[in-house]
């Protein structure tokens, strides 16, 4: 399992914009993809953004298409989510996961970092 600490969040009004970032450690070679979901109060945990870890393919939700960004560093074991033109409906708890290229799923999970967006 590799091991992740997201950080980056906080208060941000209607527009602005904010970098998540996320540091992964442990058996980071096993990665395969790596991704953000982002949870509101009440809401199912959804996909916002996900990048393969070798070739660097990219895939975003359709809602943050435009606006989020998402990147990595693998020589520094980091990615990244460039968040611009924020909106209230972005208000959420965002996550980093890891799917290693053994399994299926995304089945390593950071701690989540809270973003919210003031109108």
């Known amino acids: 399992q590799v091991q992740l600490v997201e950080s980056g969040g906080g208060l941000v009004q209607a527009g602005g914009s904010l970098r998540l970032s996320c540091a992964a450690s442990g058996r980071t070679f096993r990665i395969y993809t790596m991704g953000w979901f982002r949870q509101a109060p009440g809401k199912e945990r959804d996909v916002v953004a996900t990048?393969?870890?070798?070739?660097?393919?990219?895939y975003y939700t359709a809602s943050v298409k435009g606006r989020f960004t998402i990147s990595r560093d693998n020589a520094k074991n980091m990615m990244y989510l460039q968040m611009n033109s924020l909106k209230p409906e972005d208000t959420a708890v965002y996550f980093c996961a890891a799917r290693l290229s053994t399994r299926n799923e995304y089945d390593s999970w950071g701690q989540g970092t809270q973003v919210t967006v003031s109108s």
């Open positions: 990048i393969n870890w070798s070739g660097g393919g990219t």
